[in-house]
């Protein structure tokens, strides 16, 4: 019995860690947040596991509480297209706040992660109740919008030099008072993000590196020495 209660402790705990994570919750108050803990399921899964594939129903708002998730497309040819990474409080499965729907991408497990999973009655009850989710959310469209949007810009318009320099501005400028930065994801995976390959992607930032303007420091540890010439690229 002590044991049970112990469990329910801990699972209690995980689930408040996990809602005050997210920023579309975590502005509430203690009681409001409480009565979303309620409806939390917590559940874990294995480096390379798939959450949701594309064509499941979209019925749920994924968080993630620990670990790391990518959200990909698959072309019909089967090229992988990387949509995004997503770290400790950001979520998947928005489209479910709002209508009944099915999944476009694909969510894979990068490392073991544990997710917090919301189920859209309780998300459309709480988005009634607390006009300021809905808010907070629609500020997440449109910052994922506009990221979306620059990103098709620079398939379109920008060389893979110059999308890869642009790529290491935008993270460098997310650093406090740091030219370095941790490349968020595998060569492989940025390859896919970029739209290019991975031995275009080792390629190019050794030519970065020859010109003076990056300095790679360990396999995915990068240093910029010139911002203003990158952003010249």
Known sequence: MKMHQQCAHHSNEAHQSCV???????HLEDEQMNEIMETVQSVSFKKGEVIYHAGDDSDSLYIV????????RLSESGKEQLVRILNPGEFTGEYALFSESTHESYAEAMVDTNVCMVKQADLQQF???YPTISFKILTEFSKRLEQSETQTTRFATEKAETRIALFIADYVDNEE???EFTLPMSKKDLASYLGTTPETISRKLADLEKQGL???KTNKR???LDMDGLLLV
């Open 20 to 26: 005050s994570l997210v920023p579309i919750f975590n």
């Open 65 to 72: 509480h620990r670990g790391k998730i990518r959200i990909y």
């Open 127 to 129: 988005l009634s109740k």
């Open 177 to 179: 008072d740091s030219n």
């Open 214 to 216: 990056i300095k790679q």
């Open 222 to 224: 990068i240093e910029v």
